[in-house]
């Protein structure tokens, strides 16, 4: 099975202030087609959770440009170029070669 | 507009049985993988469960092989999830969740919480 592994647990971060999460798959997601299956969701207080990135860095529709996501192999990070109050959440990387399975999340707040 | 709405939750005793609903509609039902991806209580997600379009290809969690089923009715744009043997472990919010592409599930319903308690 497939580990994920999300740091930091948790982000306070400054609005304006850019913030970065990383993500560590226990074996690569690169799949024989080339495409690598790793996404990042966001999940808002209260609500069910939002599809932000797909495939490492294709920002899904209606998602702004101030979320990136970079890396490959096992190594991914999300970054957030200046976050904003509606950032606040808990955001999760999730690996899709093998079945799907979840990082452990990390909680940003508004400093 | 596409639609996910989750029924079927409540509080049931260790060892017994439920059954969860995912009414869908606004897109072509028929055609999509399917999910069930569950919350327990202040933790984070886990997936559980993924069926096929026409319904004959279904993968699990490891915690939930042999316990839970996951199953599609295309006719009435519905997906199921059965789950026997209940334990207090399976205590969350379950959410059903559409694919567009492998791996990509942009849609999300509202989830059911099942409680698990004597």
């Known amino acids: 099975d497939i580990v994920m592994t999300q740091t930091p647990l948790s982000l306070s971060v400054t609005p304006g202030q850019p913030a970065s999460i990383s993500c560590k798959s226990s074996q690569s997601l690169l799949h024989s087609d080339g495409k690598t299956f790793l996404y990042w969701y966001l999940q808002k207080p209260g609500q069910s959770p939002q599809l932000l990135i797909y495939?490492?860095?294709s920002r899904f529709s209606g998602v702004p440009d101030r979320f990136s996501g970079s890396g490959s192999g096992t190594d991914f990070t999300l970054k957030i170029s200046r976050v904003e109050a509606e950032d606040v959440g808990v955001y999760y990387c999730?690996?899709?070669?093998?079945?799907?399975?979840f990082g452990g999340g990390t909680k940003v707040e508004i400093k | 507009e596409v639609q996910l709405v989750e029924s079927g939750g409540g509080l049931v005793q260790p060892g017994e049985s439920l059954r969860l609903s995912c009414a869908a509609s606004g897109f072509t039902f028929r055609i999509y993988w399917m999910n069930w991806v569950r919350q327990a209580p202040g933790k984070g997600l886990e997936w559980v469960a993924i069926i096929s379009p026409d319904g004959s290809a279904k993968y699990y969690v490891d915690s939930v092989k042999g316990r839970f089923t996951i199953s599609r009715d295309n006719s009435k744009n519905s997906l199921y999830l059965q789950m026997n043997s209940l334990r207090a472990e399976d205590t969350a919010t379950y959410y059903c969740a559409r694919d567009d592409y492998w791996g990509r599930s942009p849609y999300w319903g509202q989830g059911s919480l099942v409680t698990v308690s004597s």
């Open positions: 999730m690996q899709g070669l093998s079945l799907r399975t």
């Open positions: 495939e490492v860095s």
